[in-house]
């Protein structure tokens, strides 16, 4: 028998039976759906704040969206980025080692303040010179759930790539 309408995840596109309608806050731009497994999966990821930093509903979803769809690769949250002392020298959003890329998920507040833009740059050159790409991805200008869906896929696209060449320059090296 047919049912009346599928719903499916926004996270990682299961049928939803007994879904759970996840709004986001009320200054954001869209809804988010969820299967069970994925709400649970959110839950664990629910504190808003962690060691003083904000973790926003969209850094949340892109990470559950990007950990769903490259499941062979694995997907850090809150990723400590540490020197060779081990030494903590920032925490990423989202860190996928393999393909040495780290994403950044933003608010407005990282174009409006000057001293936050400086240490992103810092930032980002550091990560550089480590080999990493950082590529930031700004909540405002996702408006609806398949502008998530196409930015989740083109770095889905950008990961797989980086993996590639990441491992082409480690066999290289090797020669
Ligand atoms: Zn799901």
Redesign the pocket.
């Known amino acids: 028998m047919e049912t009346a309408e599928s719903v499916k995840?926004s996270?990682?596109d299961?049928d939803i039976t007994e879904g759970v309608i996840l709004g986001f806050e009320k200054t954001d731009n869209y809804d988010i759906l969820?299967?069970d497994?994925?709400c649970q999966e959110y839950d664990t990821l629910k504190t808003n704040r962690l060691k003083g930093r904000y973790l926003s509903n969209y850094q949340k979803c892109l990470y559950l969206a990007l950990k769903h769809q490259l499941s062979e690769l694995d997907v850090y949250f809150e990723w400590a980025d540490k020197d060779v002392l081990g030494k903590v020298l920032k925490t990423v959003d989202i860190a996928i080692p393999s393909a040495k890329l780290y994403i950044e998920v933003n608010g407005a507040q990282h174009v409006e303040n000057c001293e936050q833009l400086r240490s992103d740059l810092w930032r980002s050159y550091y990560s550089f010179n480590a080999g990493f790409l950082t590529l930031s991805v700004f909540n405002d200008a996702i408006k609806s759930v398949e502008e998530f869906y196409q930015i989740v896929g083109f770095l889905v696209d950008i990961a797989h790539a980086m993996e590639k060449r990441s491992k082409s320059i480690a066999s290289q090296k090797r020669e």
Do not use: T
């Open positions: 995840c996270i990682c299961a969820m299967c497994n994925c």
